[in-house]
């Protein structure tokens, strides 16, 4: 009597252990969710041509976004270049038509 008790035990154990593993595979997600494209793509465009002007004015890069100006894209792009003799940098706000 005593190995049927915990043969009986191991069973029911065995079982809520498979309904367990079970339960959490199906509630795993079957695909990916997609970005939304345009907007991730003209942030990282933006990112990118502020890094160049950052890189002409002799500056650093503190902000790249995009707007639309008289209908067109443009990407606005803050950098901030060094001050002269120990000065605190100053703040240039630069216009860039986006291609």
């Given at each position: 009597?005593?190995?049927?008790?915990?043969?009986?035990?191991?069973?029911?154990?065995?079982?809520?252990?498979?309904?367990?593993?079970?339960?959490?595979?199906?509630?795993?997600?079957?695909?990916?969710?997609?970005?939304?494209?345009?907007?991730?793509?003209?942030?990282?465009?933006?990112?990118?041509?502020?890094?160049?002007?950052?890189?002409?004015?002799?500056?650093?890069?503190?902000?790249?976004?995009?707007?639309?100006?008289?209908?067109?894209?443009?990407?606005?792009?803050?950098?901030?270049?060094p001050g002269k003799d120990g000065q605190r940098p100053?703040?240039?706000?630069?216009?860039?038509?986006?291609?």
């Amino acid at each position: 009597m005593k190995t049927l008790r915990s043969h009986l035990r191991t069973a029911i154990l065995a079982l809520c252990a498979v309904g367990l593993f079970a339960s959490r595979a199906t509630a795993l997600p079957t695909d990916m969710p997609q970005p939304a494209d345009p907007i991730i793509l003209a942030s990282s465009d933006c990112y990118a041509i502020g890094q160049q002007v950052a890189e002409q004015n002799g500056g650093t890069l503190a902000k790249a976004s995009q707007s639309t100006r008289g209908g067109q894209s443009v990407c606005v792009i803050v950098v901030l270049v060094p001050g002269k003799d120990g000065q605190r940098p100053r703040r240039s706000e630069i216009v860039v038509p986006q291609n």
